[in-house]
Nanobody, 122 residues
């Protein structure tokens, strides 16, 4: 199984980024997909999750109102649109896949991508 995250980079405060995570080696449509992030010296934090049917989404408090998670089961890809970014959003963003429903827990996830770095300059 591979989860390949991409789309990170350097952006100014107030800017936007769209992250992508391409999955292979698993039956993508059967997995809950999620994004987490980890800033230096901090624990990994839940960002957002999307259920199998592409319809039901959940967003964590830190990015509520500023991000949209979506998926394309035909392309085995999950996306995270990040808006109104600030320096506090600087982190490595990870995608993850799970069969179990405890979406906010890191230990719920079966597979993790390598992460993509988002840096927001002030």
């Amino acid at each position: 199984v591979q989860l390949q995250a991409s789309g990170g980079g350097l952006v100014q405060t107030g800017g936007s980024l769209r992250l992508s995570c391409a999955a292979s080696g698993l039956t993508f449509s059967t997995y809950i997909m999620a994004w987490f992030r980890q800033a230096p010296g901090k624990e990994r934090e839940f960002v957002a999750a999307i259920l199998r049917a592409e319809t039901y989404t959940y967003v964590g408090d830190s990015l509520k109102g500023r991000c949209i998670i979506s998926r394309d089961n035909a392309r085995n890809t999950v996306y995270l649109q990040l808006n109104s970014l600030g320096p506090g959003d600087t982190a490595v963003y990870y995608c993850a896949a799970a069969l179990a429903p405890n979406i906010r827990r890191t230990d719920n996830y079966d597979y993790w991508g390598q992460g993509t770095l988002v840096t927001v300059s002030s």
